[in-house]
């Protein structure tokens, strides 16, 4: 069982920053690579970073490249999103999860946080 506890969202202004935290519990979090989705007003979930287990491999979606950054600490079963030059596109509720399989898409994650919301205005 994995346990997801996301915070750091907030209202910022466009081209602000804001870091996103993901607690984990649980003692599979070493081996599990991560991702954080997003989904806003009326949109589906969609996929914005992941990062395997080891903290080597990331993935992003085109929309965040060379914005935002993915990183975990094992010791603190903590992995991180920081986001730079927000845009007002970038509101959504952001979510982390559990990598279950490789992939890009929701059903690849099996445990997920409660969401954070981030609004970025104009």
């Known amino acids: 069982q994995v346990q997801l506890v996301e915070s750091g969202g907030g209202l910022v202004q466009a081209g602000g920053s804001l870091r996103l935290s993901c607690a984990a519990s649980?003692?599979?979090?070493?081996?599990?690579?991560m991702g954080w989705f997003r989904q806003g007003p009326g949109k589906e979930r969609d996929f914005v970073a992941s990062?395997?287990?080891?903290?080597?491999?990331?993935t992003y979606a085109d929309s965040v490249k060379g914005r935002f950054t993915i990183s975990r600490d094992n010791a603190k079963s903590t992995v991180y999103l920081q986001m730079n030059s927000l845009k007002p596109e970038d509101t959504a509720v952001y979510f982390c999860?559990?990598?279950?399989?490789?992939?890009?898409?929701?059903?690849?994650?099996?445990?997920w946080g409660q969401g954070t919301q981030v609004t970025v205005s104009s």
């Open positions: 999860a559990r990598q279950r399989v490789g992939g890009t898409v929701p059903s690849s994650y099996d445990y």
């Open positions: 990062l395997s287990s080891s903290g080597i491999i990331t």
């Open positions: 649980g003692r599979i979090f070493r081996s599990s690579a």
